[in-house]
């Protein structure tokens, strides 16, 4: 038994925020229609998964081998001015920048976004979510000289900001890392949930030695609504004249301010796996993350719903949080593609002909576009090997356009060789597509490492 580990229910530290989570009513089917079960489950105790589109074709084995030989013989080596030609920053997480009506994304480096949600009136801070946190050297389970970083983290575990949400595409190494992960859920400021796709529950949970109830594994299309405490702005209720809002909500401590965001896990084109034998055993997926607003947010009282008697449910973290008290309004919205490819390009292939996925264009429809999107842009080389699994610059910007986002930024690229392209290709390819795509420069950003982009 261990005991050295908090209760989500009660927090030790004052500024941790407190967190709820629900199964809000269910606006998107996800395939257990009717007890039949959804293509992408290739059986009923969902521990193997597929990719149950066209767009996705496997690879020949010739090009396994070829792939293989090329990495012993000639693996690609970044120049010896690698650090010099990416930008890299102390991250200032956009503190101080006089931005907080917006939202905040900081790269740190490959897949990994800290994204922080607009700052609620009266609050000292907004809802802060980290994707793919990876800050080890190595993307590995032991520490292989070919996988080891060419560019800085720009800043060391114990330098996060505490997070509310971890949010996990998969469960490769260059995604799920365990001592970064472990380092964030151990730090006492913190108590974050973990958001995860099917099947990787119980070996998070496990690994991170926190409550399962912590842990929220989704389906493609499941949905949850998360509240979140958050820490009031100074120490004196100071709130601007114009905030009157906060003395409403006179039943929860005046200490803490509420905010809402919706999480739905949605399909990506990628497989999973950390050892030889579990390919295919745990979902992989992509992330859409709403802000929920306040409902009446202008009026003069009444800054929270009225406290629901009924319906109040005993969430998994056991803050009781009522399904009925979602809010309705969606502010900003991102959409996290993860690990992703979206389309398969064999050996001779017109790109412009194959079947593409078309789960972005239904992520578009659903939610009606997004603020901004995080694509990966690199780890595409060679095409044939890769074009099934990770998405090149043309595939990110068709990525965007398909879910409608008004902004991407990049990452997947500049901190592990994985692949055959040279290091700095992806950047220079996406400049290239971009301007062949009628996409201007500021629309697909390339961040550098440790820079906080505003959307
Ligand atoms: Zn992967
Ligand atoms: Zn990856």
Aim: aromatic residues 8%; proline residues 9%; glycine residues 6%.
């Amino acid at each position: 038994m261990k005991h050295h580990h908090r209760s989500a229910t009660s927090s030790p530290h004052p500024s941790v925020p407190e967190i709820g989570v629900v199964e809000p009513q269910r606006r998107f089917s996800s395939g257990y229609v009717n007890g039949v079960r959804p293509p992408h489950h290739l059986n009923n105790s969902q521990t193997k998964f597929c990719n149950p589109w066209p767009s996705f074709r496997f690879q020949a084995l010739s090009l396994w081998v070829d792939f293989t030989a090329r990495n012993i013989f000639s693996h690609t080596v970044p120049p010896d001015n690698v650090k010099s030609l990416i930008p890299i920053q102390t991250p200032t997480w956009g503190v101080g920048s006089g931005n907080e009506s917006k939202a905040k994304a900081t790269w740190l480096g490959h897949a990994c976004y800290l994204v922080e949600y607009p700052t609620p009136a009266g609050a000292s801070r907004g809802p802060r979510i980290i994707f793919d946190p990876v800050l080890s050297e190595h993307c590995a389970p032991i520490p292989v000289s070919g996988l080891k970083r060419f560019t800085d983290a720009p800043c060391s575990m114990d330098e996060l900001p505490p997070v509310d949400l971890i949010v996990l595409s998969h469960n490769h190494y260059d995604h799920t890392d365990l001592p970064t992960l472990r380092s964030i859920t151990s730090n006492p400021a913190t108590s974050p949930h973990v958001f995860v796709a099917l099947n990787n529950g119980a070996h998070i949970s496990k690994a991170l030695e926190i409550p399962r109830a912590r842990v929220h594994e989704l389906d493609w299309w499941d949905e949850r609504a998360v509240r979140i405490m958050l820490p009031a702005a100074g120490s004196n209720t100071n709130t601007n004249t114009s905030d009157a809002t906060e003395s409403a909500s006179a039943s929860r401590t005046e200490k803490e301010v509420e905010a809402q965001l919706r999480v739905t896990c949605t399909p990506s084109q990628h497989v999973s796996g950390r050892g030889p034998f579990d390919r295919w055993g745990t979902l992989w997926a992509a992330w859409a993350i709403e802000e929920l607003l306040p409902p009446a947010a202008s009026s003069d009282s009444g800054a929270s719903q009225p406290p629901s008697q009924s319906q109040s449910t005993q969430t998994s973290s056991g803050t009781s949080f009522a399904a009925s008290s979602v809010w309705s309004t969606v502010g900003k919205k991102l959409f996290f593609a993860g690990d992703t490819g979206y389309r398969t390009v064999h050996n001779g292939e017109d790109e412009d002909k194959v079947p593409v996925c078309p789960a972005f264009a239904e992520v578009g429809e659903r939610f009606g576009g997004m603020d901004a999107a995080l694509l990966p842009i690199g780890a595409y080389g060679p095409r044939a090997m890769w074009s099934n699994l990770h998405a090149s610059p043309s595939d990110a910007i068709r990525i965007m356009n398909d879910v409608k986002a008004k902004k991407g930024l990049a990452m997947h690229w500049g901190t592990w060789v994985l692949t055959t392209e040279p290091v700095m290709e992806p950047p220079a390819l996406l400049r290239k597509e971009c301007l062949k795509a009628g996409v201007n420069d500021d629309e697909f950003l390339v961040p550098g490492l440790g820079e906080t982009v505003f959307f």
